[in-house]
């Protein structure tokens, strides 16, 4: 993990989940962390306790579906370090539900985020990494980007625009020096797992069938040693594999598992009209 060592990484959605546990992982491993966060005290407290081991790290307040803040932070970042090596696209949020049950304003917030936000996050960042001829962008989808997910139908349609942003930008940055990585984890124990408002199901009846999820510590540690190696695409945990290879193998099979994933949903958590 010498990759990181002194380089400068923006890492969004810092604060919590898997983007503190990169940041933190970063920063052992001697990198200069920006943890950027909309919520500024958490982000603040993680950079803390990254300098209280050492470390060498500062938090930033960040709403990444504001692409004029999202520029700021990192020309401000560039303008003090002189450069940025990574940015780690990790801020996201789920509203879950099926389409007959999620509102406009649902899938706008979602989109605005988990989507919009990776597209202002490279915006910001991916010009200056072609002048320095030097850089890593690392944007966070999901197993949801890469398999049917029914019952999460906003956040699937971002994930899967982060995936195909993610190896569209690849191509086009490889010969101009900038590396682009997307990761696609499974069930992670984070709180957007736990945390995240289910429509037209009963919460916690839906979250009694998640399989036992991995940790954000255990995660990170798998992110970072594929990004060092400079993996195009990182799918995390073996059940997420498991599923990706079988859409990729039969895409067909893959829809109607996730058709047989839908209705053990309905039976146990529905609670509008079914």
């Known amino acids: 993990m010498s990759t990181f060592r002194d380089k400068i990484a923006i890492v969004t959605g810092g604060a919590s989940g898997i983007g503190r546990a990169v940041c933190e992982a970063l920063g052992k491993h001697g990198a200069v962390v920006v943890v950027a ?5 958490r982000a603040e407290a993680v950079a803390r306790g990254i300098r209280s081991r050492s470390g060498r790290a500062q938090s930033r307040a960040l709403d990444v579906s504001d692409a004029t803040a999202f520029q700021k932070l990192v020309d401000d970042a ?16 789920a ?18 985020v988990d989507l919009h936000g990776v597209v202002h996050g490279v ?17 966070t989808a999901s197993l949801a980007g890469l398999v049917p997910a029914p019952g999460e139908i906003s956040y ?20 101009l020096g900038v590396k682009v990585t997307v990761v696609c984890p499974g069930f992670i124990d984070t709180p957007i797992l736990v ?9 916690e009846r839906l979250r009694s069938l998640i399989p036992k999820a991995m940790s954000p510590e255990r995660c990170a540690r798998i992110i970072l040693r594929g990004v060092a ?6 799918v995390i945990t073996g ?24 209705d053990r949903m309905r039976k146990v958590g529905r609670t509008a009209d079914r």
């Open 37 to 41: 966060d909309i919520d500024a005290v």
């Open 78 to 93: 560039a303008a003090e370090h002189g450069r940025l090596d990574y940015l780690f696209n990790n801020a996201g949020i």
């Open 95 to 112: 509203i879950a539900g099926e389409e007959r049950d999620v509102s406009l304003d649902d899938w706008n917030k979602v989109l605005d």
């Open 123 to 139: 915006r910001a960042a991916y010009a200056l990494m072609v002048r320095q001829g030097s850089g890593h962008i690392v944007n």
């Open 156 to 175: 699937t349609t971002a994930k899967y625009g982060v995936v195909g942003l993610s190896h569209a930008l690849r191509a086009e940055g490889t010969r």
């Open 195 to 203: 945390n995240s408002p289910i429509r037209g199901a009963d919460a």
């Open 229 to 234: 190696r400079n993996r195009s695409t990182i």
């Open 239 to 262: 059940l997420a594999k498991a599923l990706w290879w079988l859409a990729r193998a039969n895409p067909d099979a893959a829809i109607w598992v996730a058709g047989q994933v839908l």
